[in-house]
């Protein structure tokens, strides 16, 4: 055991929390995984206990905790360099920073509108012009990525950017928002990733509803 022990949202909704979930998984850190259900209406004590930001996700190692799902993306490379978890050339693990960045900062009509609901079955949304304005940069991130590094994730190897993407690769899915072959064909490789797939499997077992969340 690594003593790390990653808390994380209900993975139906928690987008954020999917990210170093997936990022960990798919480099085989191991680690302990504890699922904190959030409730909109009344928060989660259990969640504000633990986090300073009262936010999911968060790494505790040892005495450390570590919050915001990049910081601890970052946290788990530098306790495992040889993990692949960020590009090994220079430039291209500043570019993939650079977009991980943009999702983390950006996005904001996309995540609004259509909020990351793994088992919601395939049903198109009409979006507004904002929504179509992020889904096109987006798409415009992936094809300059994958046309760089060659595939099949966004720099080769699968790293950390395809973890700060992976949600939504499920809003695409679920909203049916891209029709474009090359966004659809890296789609396809990210979902069939064995951890894709397995927090898939979590998340359809899940009890938990958030009305807000269902659109
Ligand atoms: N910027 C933060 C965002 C974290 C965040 O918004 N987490 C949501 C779940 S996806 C949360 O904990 N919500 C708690 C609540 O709504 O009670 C990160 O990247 O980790």
Redesign the pocket.
């Known amino acids: 055991m690594t003593g790390l022990t990653l808390y994380v949202?209900n993975k139906n909704y928690?987008?954020?929390?999917m990210r170093p979930w997936m990022a960990m998984t798919t480099a085989g850190i191991d680690f302990e995984d504890v699922v904190i259900p959030?409730?909109?209406a009344a928060?989660?004590p259990e969640?504000r206990a633990i986090s300073p930001t009262?936010?999911?996700?968060l790494l505790r190692h040892g005495d450390l905790i570590v919050?915001?799902?990049?910081a601890i993306i970052e946290y788990v490379a530098e306790l495992y360099p040889d993990a692949g978890l960020w590009p090994a050339d220079r430039q291209a693990r500043a570019r993939a920073r650079s977009y991980s960045m943009e999702m983390?900062s950006g996005f904001r009509a996309l995540r609004g509108a259509c909020p990351m609901n793994v088992r919601r079955p395939k049903q198109a949304l009409d979006v507004a012009a904002d929504v179509r304005a992020d889904i096109a940069r987006i798409e415009q991130i992936w094809k300059q990525a994958l046309a760089q590094s060659g595939g099949p994730f966004l720099f080769g190897s699968f790293s950390a950017a395809d973890a700060m993407y992976a949600p939504v690769v499920n809003r695409f899915d679920v909203y049916d928002l891209v029709a474009d072959p090359e966004s659809v064909g890296y789609m396809e490789r990210v979902k069939a990733l064995p951890a894709f797939r397995k927090w898939e499997a979590a998340a359809r077992a899940e009890p938990w509803v958030v009305p807000e969340d269902e659109v």
Do not use: A, K
């Open positions: 949202g928690s987008s954020w929390s959030f409730d909109f928060g989660n969640i009262g936010r999911v996700p919050w915001e799902s990049l983390l």
